[in-house]
C-alpha cells in the first residue's frame, strides 16, 4: 500500500514556540491531504483538509491562525502549531488521498506526539 | 450527516475466540464504509472497505465484515483472536470527502 510519512514522530516545546510537522506520500502523488487530532484514548477528529496549491478548509472550531497548513506540492503538507501551549498537546495524524472521490482510502501517517510545557 | 456509532468502547476475547466488532452508520445515501486499525503510537492501517460492489468484505489479517442495509450495520469480525489483534479499532463512513470516525473499540486477548 501507499506509504505517508511524518516528521518529527515526536516533539516537546515551551509554551510559546512554535511547532512545524511535515506530512510526505512517498510513493504516490496526494490530490488531497488531511490532519487529524487525537486525544488520548479518544477518536480522530479532523482539523483540517488541504489541497496542493489551495487555502486549507478548516473545520468548525478548528482556529486557522492557530494552525496554519501549508500544502506546497502534491507529496508534502505542513502543519504548524503556532505560540503553542499546554492544551495544544495531542497526537496529530496525517493522512493523503490520491482523488477524493468515491470509495478512494485515505493513508494515514505514523502519527506525531506534541508535548507543549 | 453520516455517522458512525461503534458500540462497546472496550471488548475482551481469550485467544482463539470470535472477534466481534460493532458498527452501525446513519446515511441517508449508500455508504462507503471503512474499517482501520490503530497500535499504540501509531497512525491508522486500513482493514477493510465497503464500496457496495459486495456485502461481504474480506479484508487484512483475516478480518471481515458484512454489510447490512436493512439493519444499517457494518460489523467487523475475526473467527480466531490472536495477540497481535490486540490495538484499538475505528469504523469510519465517507461522506463528500471526509471520514468520520466512531469512538473506537479497544480490543484485548487474554491468553
Known amino acids: 500500500g501507499a506509504v505517508v510519512s511524518q516528521h518529527p514522530s515526536r516533539v516537546i516545546c515551551k509554551s510559546g514556540t512554535s511547532v512545524k510537522i511535515e506530512c510526505r506520500s512517498l510513493?504516490?502523488?496526494?490530490?488531497?491531504m488531511f490532519w487529524y487530532r487525537q486525544f488520548p484514548k479518544k477518536s480522530l477528529m479532523l482539523m483540517a483538509t488541504?489541497?496542493?496549491?489551495?487555502?486549507?478548509?478548516?473545520e468548525q472550531g478548528v482556529e486557522k491562525d492557530k494552525f496554519l497548513i501549508n500544502h506546497a506540492s502534491l507529496t508534502l503538507s505542513t502543519l504548524t502549531v503556532t505560540s503553542a501551549h499546554p492544551e495544544d498537546s495531542s497526537f496529530y495524524i496525517c493522512?493523503?488521498?490520491?482523488?477524493?472521490?468515491?470509495?478512494?482510502?485515505?493513508?494515514f501517517g505514523p502519527g506525531t506526539r506534541l508535548t507543549v510545557l | 450527516a453520516q455517522s458512525v456509532t461503534q458500540l462497546g468502547s472496550h471488548v475482551s476475547v481469550s485467544e482463539g475466540a470470535l472477534v466481534l466488532l460493532r458498527c452501525n452508520y446513519s446515511?441517508?445515501?449508500?455508504?462507503?464504509l471503512f474499517w482501520y486499525v490503530q497500535y499504540p503510537n501509531q497512525g491508522l492501517q486500513l482493514l477493510l472497505k465497503y464500496t457496495s460492489a459486495a456485502t461481504l468484505v474480506k479484508g487484512i489479517n483475516g478480518f471481515e465484515a458484512e454489510f447490512k442495509k436493512s439493519e444499517t450495520s457494518f460489523h467487523l469480525t475475526k473467527p480466531s483472536a490472536h495477540m497481535s489483534d490486540a490495538a484499538e479499532y475505528f469504523c469510519?463512513?465517507?461522506?463528500?470527502?471526509?471520514?468520520?470516525f466512531g469512538a473506537g473499540t479497544t480490543v484485548t486477548v487474554r491468553a
Open positions: 493522512s493523503a488521498e490520491e482523488g477524493t472521490s468515491g470509495p478512494n482510502e485515505q493513508f
Open positions: 488541504s489541497n496542493e496549491g489551495s487555502k486549507a478548509t478548516y
Open positions: 446515511s441517508s445515501v449508500p455508504p462507503y
Open positions: 469510519a463512513v465517507k461522506y463528500d470527502y471526509k471520514l468520520s
Open positions: 510513493d504516490f502523488q496526494a490530490t488531497t
